[in-house]
């Protein structure tokens, strides 16, 4: 698959969605440092802590929803931490 379909094929996350994709990236940006309820639910909580991470990533765009690029950039950042 290439680099393209992938970030096609992605779904992304925003403000009051939930489901398993949520629960992944909670559990990811608390890895990273972020102190989020493992819920599986998009809060507002959930979204200043995604503006946060994006503001500390030059090329990303803060905008609390986390597309490819965003889930890409906080698995890359969490991988380095464990």
Same mark, same amino acid.
């Given at each position: 698959? =290439?680099k &393209?379909?992938?970030?096609m094929s992605?779904?992304? #996350?925003?403000?009051?969605?939930s489901?398993?994709?949520? @629960?992944i990236?909670? =559990? ?5 440092? @972020? &102190?989020l309820k &493992?819920d599986?639910?998009?809060? #507002?909580h959930?979204?200043k802590?995604?503006k946060?991470?994006?503001s500390?990533?030059d ?6 929803v986390?597309? @490819?690029e965003?889930? =890409? ?10």
């Amino acid at each position: 698959m =290439k680099k &393209e379909e992938v970030n096609m094929s992605f779904q992304a #996350l925003s403000m009051g969605e939930s489901g398993t994709m949520v @629960y992944i990236a909670q =559990k990811i940006l608390n890895t990273i440092g @972020y &102190e989020l309820k &493992e819920d599986g639910i998009f809060s #507002l909580h959930m979204e200043k802590a995604v503006k946060s991470f994006q503001s500390t990533i030059d090329r990303l765009v803060v905008d609390g929803v986390i597309g @490819y690029e965003t889930m =890409k950039e906080m698995d890359e950042v969490a991988s380095s931490i464990v």
